[in-house]
T-cell receptor
Framework: DAMVIQNPRYQVTQFGKPVTLSCSQT?????MYWYQQKSSQAPKLLFH???????NEADTPDNFQSRRPNTSFCFLDIRSPGLGDAAMYLC??????????????FGPGTRLLVL | LAKTTQPISMDSYEGQEVNITCSHN???????ITWYQQFPSQGPRFIIQ???TKVTNEVASLFIPADRKSSTLSLPRVSLSDTAVYYC?????????????FGGGTRVLVKP
């Protein structure tokens, strides 16, 4: 009965080699989020989609891109991973905007290792 | 942007009540306060959410004073399995930009 699914759970890539992380949801939620969480730190929002509308955070590096081809799926593309991009990447969803007090549901995360 | 501040860590014993306070002095009128629990190598899990006064559910209570500049998560009678990091999240997403800020997290260790 998984609701927010992230694949793979662990991803190893090489310095500079593009990598894509995927997220899918069975909740039919309008909003999907991508967070980066480094060791012993709080999650940091990278961007989110409200339906098809993409909302980038001001301090998210251009190296990070996202795609949402349909309601269920959202992808995080890292164009040229650096050693500093090694982290846990969390996908979350919410039915509607958090503005109205909606709860976010998080996936289990994908841990990215950059060699 | 509401900056949130939490204690870094807190120790407790089984059966005790744990209270974690989050400061959010710049909270905006429309902002909600949400608490999440996170175990190692897992995504955060929703615990409780409130806007003002007191909210209680089957696992926790959330106390919010009238000025809303802080909030306190109360975990009654903790067990070893409550050992985790607890995050306070304040904010709302708006078209004008992000106002979604996690606190630094409070690492709670429950001892036998």
């Amino acid at each position: 009965d998984a609701m927010v699914i992230q694949n793979p759970r662990y991803q190893v890539t090489q310095f500079g080699k593009p990598v894509t992380l995927s997220c899918s949801q069975t909740l039919n939620h309008n909003v999907m989020y991508w967070y980066q969480q480094k060791s012993s730190q709080a999650p940091k929002l990278l961007f989110h989609y409200y339906d098809k509308d993409f909302n980038n955070e001001a301090d998210t590096p251009d190296n990070f891109q996202s795609r949402r081809p349909n309601t269920s799926f959202c992808f995080l593309d890292i164009r040229s991973p650096g050693l500093g991009d090694a982290a846990m990447y969390l996908c979350a969803t919410s039915r509607d905007s958090v503005l109205t007090g909606e709860t976010q549901y998080f996936g289990p995360g994908t841990r990215l290792l950059v060699l | 942007l509401a900056k949130t501040t939490q204690p870094i860590s807190m120790d407790s014993y089984e059966g005790q009540e744990v209270n974690i306070t989050c400061s959010h002095n710049n909270i905006a009128t429309n902002d909600y306060i949400t608490w999440y629990q996170q175990f190692p190598s897992q995504g955060p899990r929703f615990i409780i959410q409130g806007y003002k006064t007191k909210v209680t559910n089957e696992v926790a209570s959330l106390f919010i004073p009238a000025d809303r500049k802080s909030s306190t998560l109360s975990l009654p009678r903790v067990s070893l399995s409550d050992t985790a990091v607890y995050y306070c999240l304040v904010g709302s997403l708006a078209a004008a930009g992000n106002k979604l800020t996690f606190g630094g997290g409070t690492r709670v260790l429950v001892k036998p």
